[in-house]
């Protein structure tokens, strides 16, 4: 018996199977690797904040080189002392605070909300690191990462990451070149919580000027790189009560 | 005993050239603008791409008799979006760096026309084999062209190929640098691979005079 495959109930049923088929192999499939798939969301945050204080296998000039996998909770336990959330111009500790999903309390903290802000305390060679996460918007989609800060608000180092921008232009926020332009900058200028900019134009491409408060910008990727410069800005400010108590001049 | 018969190796080399899908059938031409500013995002893509389209042209083919023809639009892009989200799932399970790179273009794949253009053209009146060779001489002829793009768009536009400094260093000044030598920062932005594109075709048009379509 042949198919008839131009009737309409034929084609009701037909993409009716359909869904259902495809909707429940993709609902096996996602449910199925999902604990695989948060647990390298969870590696992966862990070696991006170790990053942003340092910790990392970086050789040579060009790459960015994590902590290998199969030893990152065991750094990040070593290196992170104190997981906290902000209380006001206070903070109280958190077990796993930097799980918490920083775009939401982010966007909560903006609208006045009450908001629960990480903040992580780092140790490393007798030095402490009070590490941040960002998050905020570049060009196509969402832009993110962890700045860590020394008590005289000096920048120790960045990491940045992004969803969709677009790879050789504002894909490069995450490249050494970038980022290593913030270490040794200061977020001050003065008394006030400046941040970063990331600026076209001023001059000092090998930026050896640490106090000016700007890093050189990407060609070509203007509206990353001002998403870049209000995401620090715009964080730096929902922390500022806390960091004043931390800053030491 | 040759691998594949006349035929079916035609079914691979003719979209490589002669029926290229982006120099001659056009199309395809957003992603090739989107992610050739390096040669290493250009690369990811034509494989991803030809894991797709050999996967999608397959299973498409497989179906064909039994598609009812009036949402046969909707069962291909069913077949494609699913194929792409498994992948990006097993990746991100299994080799999640990778996948962090290709996240980018799983978008750009199930809404690439080629696939469509391929399920709807080859697939839905062939077999499974031929399907499969179709999916990968598409697939192929896509990729080299996205790959001719990012070489001179990486190369000319940063001084790099797959990230490394191949004509010396611009900040520092040596290689090329030393002797006056610029980056085009406009081989970086999209319009410059509309013009690599039209060069390509040029090129291509005037070494097989039979491509030309009378205007």
């Not at chain 1, 109280?92 to 930097?98: G, L, M």
């Not at chain 1, 990451?161 to 790879?167: Q, S, Y």
């Not at chain 2, 319009?191 to 030309?212: D, E, F, H, M, T």
Request: net charge neutral; glycine share 10%.
């Amino acid at each position: 018996m042949a198919l008839n495959t131009e009737k309409n109930s034929y084609t009701v049923i037909f993409a009716a199977l359909m869904v259902v088929v495809v909707g429940s192999l993709l609902a096996f499939v996602a449910s199925g690797l999902k604990p695989k798939i948060h647990e390298n969301e969870r590696f992966e945050k862990q070696q991006n904040i170790l990053y942003a204080m340092g910790v990392n296998d970086n050789e040579g000039e060009g790459d960015v080189t994590f902590v290998p996998t199969s030893s990152v909770e065991a750094d990040f336990s070593k290196y992170i002392v104190k997981q906290m959330v902000l209380d006001g111009s206070t903070a109280v500790e958190k077990e796993n605070a930097y799980l918490i999903d920083v775009s939401k309390e982010i966007a909560k903290a903006k609208n006045g909300e009450k908001a629960e802000l990480p903040l992580l305390i780092g140790e490393k060679d007798g030095k402490t690191f009070y590490i941040i996460p960002l998050y905020g918007r570049g060009l196509w989609d969402a832009i993110w990462g962890y700045i860590s800060l020394d008590d005289h608000m000096v920048v120790q180092g960045v990491y940045f990451d992004h969803r969709g921008e677009t790879p050789g232009l504002g894909a490069n926020i995450k490249q050494r070149f970038f980022m290593d332009d913030f270490t040794g900058e200061s977020i001050m200028s003065g008394n006030s919580f400046e941040g970063i900019t990331v600026a076209k134009g001023n001059g000092d491409p090998l930026n050896t000027d640490k106090e000016d408060n700007q890093v050189d910008a990407l060609a070509g990727a203007t509206i990353t790189g001002n998403g870049v410069t209000a995401m620090i800005k715009d964080c730096i400010k929902l922390y500022k009560p806390y960091l004043q108590t931390i800053r030491t001049k | 005993m040759a691998l594949l018969s006349k035929k079916d190796s035609k079914l691979v080399l003719d979209p490589l050239a002669d029926n290229n899908p982006i120099t001659i059938q056009v199309l395809g031409i957003c992603s090739a603008l989107a992610i050739t500013a390096e040669l290493k995002a250009a690369v990811v893509m034509a494989l991803s791409v030809l894991f797709v389209l050999s996967m999608g042209n397959v299973a498409i083919s497989l179906l064909r008799n039994i598609i009812p023809s009036k949402i046969r639009i909707i069962v291909q892009l069913v077949v494609v979006a699913a194929l792409v989200i498994i992948v990006d799932q097993v990746l991100k399970a299994f080799a999640y760096e990778l996948s962090k790179t290709l996240s980018v273009f799983v978008g750009l794949i199930i809404t690439n026309c080629i696939i469509m253009g391929r399920f709807e053209a080859f697939a839905l009146g062939n077999g499974p084999k031929k399907a499969f060779l179709d999916g990968i001489g598409n697939a192929l002829g896509y990729g080299i062209i996205l790959v001719i793009v990012g070489f001179f768009r990486e190369l000319l536009g940063s001084g790099t190929l797959f990230g490394f400094k191949v004509l010396g260093d611009p900040v520092t000044k040596t290689g090329l640098y030393s002797i006056g030598y610029e980056n085009n920062g406009f081989m970086i932005i999209p319009p410059a691979a509309l013009i690599v594109l039209g060069i390509i075709i040029w090129v291509q048009r005037s070494k097989n005079r039979a491509l030309i379509e009378e205007a």
